[in-house]
């Protein structure tokens, strides 16, 4: 049989930091792996993360493309520019990725590495402000003069350990910070019990109307308040993730889920899932801590377990042909 037409070794799902370093890590150790990074073209995350250590190649858009291109050129590795909307295990074992067109993939096993994407919090004038760079990412971000430095207590912060940590992140490089639980009087008061009241640390609990662009300075905002009050601020916040789509592949397969809506990855057996055969990485099995390195190390991580498996594979098939041998 012509190898093209066997199972690829390895499905990877994703081409972003997470997918595109495993299917280099298998690659590079020889198994055939198909590649799907999407019908639209991939962008690095360098830039926005900011990382001074990582290679060039992940800051930059048109090398991160080139660096794909050429893992498909020099490595058993197959880059398909495709958007797969479903995924199914087979009743051989095999798994089968397909795309919209119905053009069929099947492989052995699977690695899902598609991501994340962000909730927009429901505040009117947030989306304008986060589009003008106006709302903090990271807590030792520029200086902060005199405008108070405030955290948004919504989505992934509205977690009170989440909260805390944000809020004396940002107390070492502010004088003082404000809180905002956008009208959860819980979260407030949980928060108050756990703060000094001489730690230079307020806590509001009423809802905000809106969150304009402050006139007087390039990366504050005005807080608008239920009561007419208005608010000052630098503005920190990190908004809460979910997994891809409208039909994310977790469910397709039935996969178990963390409370924050990752992707399950089992303690025992690296990078598996709730389902032998699945594996997972980057963004989709890690919503709450989302970085690059992060996502490069899991990359490394899930095909170095996947490897382990193949490996497995090999030596149990080889076995059983010599003992079949006369």
């Known amino acids: ?39 639209k073209p991939v962008s690095s995350p360098g830039s926005e993360v900011g990382e001074s250590s990582l290679p060039a190649v992940l800051k930059n858009r048109e090398l991160f493309n080139l660096f794909q291109q050429e893992t498909s050129k020099t490595l058993p590795v197959t880059v398909e520019r495709k958007r797969i909307t479903e995924v199914r295990r087979l009743p051989n ?9 119905g053009n069929v993939w099947p492989g052995r096993l699977l690695i899902l ?3 994340a994407e962000e909730v927009m919090p429901d505040i009117a004038g947030y989306q304008t402000c986060w589009q003008q760079q106006r709302i903090l990412m990271h807590p030792s971000e520029g200086k902060h003069g005199r405008v108070p430095v405030a955290v948004l207590a919504v989505g992934d912060l509205a977690e009170l350990t989440m909260a805390l940590h944000a809020v004396w992140q940002i107390r070492q490089y502010a004088s003082a910070v404000r809180v905002y639980t956008h009208g959860d009087p819980e979260l407030a008061q949980e928060l108050l019990s756990r703060v000094s009241p001489d730690a230079a640390i307020t806590i509001e609990s009423a809802y905000i109307q809106e969150i304009q ?15 007419g009050k208005s608010e000052k601020a630098l503005l920190y916040h990190r908004r809460a993730a979910q997994l891809k789509g409208n039909d994310p592949f977790a469910r397709q397969l039935r996969l178990e889920l963390t409370e924050s809506g990752a992707i399950r990855i089992s303690a025992r057996v690296p990078y598996m899932t709730s389902m032998d055969g699945v594996y997972a990485g980057g963004d989709c099995a890690s919503l709450g801590q989302r970085t690059l390195l992060k996502a490069l190390a899991m990359g490394e991580g899930v095909a170095a377990a996947v490897a382990a498996r193949l490996e497995r594979g090999r030596w149990k098939n080889l076995a059983y042909e010599e003992e079949s041998c006369p």
């Open 1 to 39: 049989m012509d190898e093209s037409e066997l199972p690829a070794d390895v499905l990877i799902i994703g081409g972003g930091p997470a997918g595109s370093n495993a299917a280099w890590e298998l690659g590079k150790a020889h198994y055939r792996v198909t590649l799907f990074v999407g019908d």
């Open 93 to 101: 074992g095999l798994f089968e990725a397909e795309d919209a067109g």
């Open 113 to 115: 590495a598609d991501g």
């Open 213 to 227: 662009p402050d006139a007087d300075s390039p990366h504050g905002v005005t807080v608008q308040l239920d009561g």
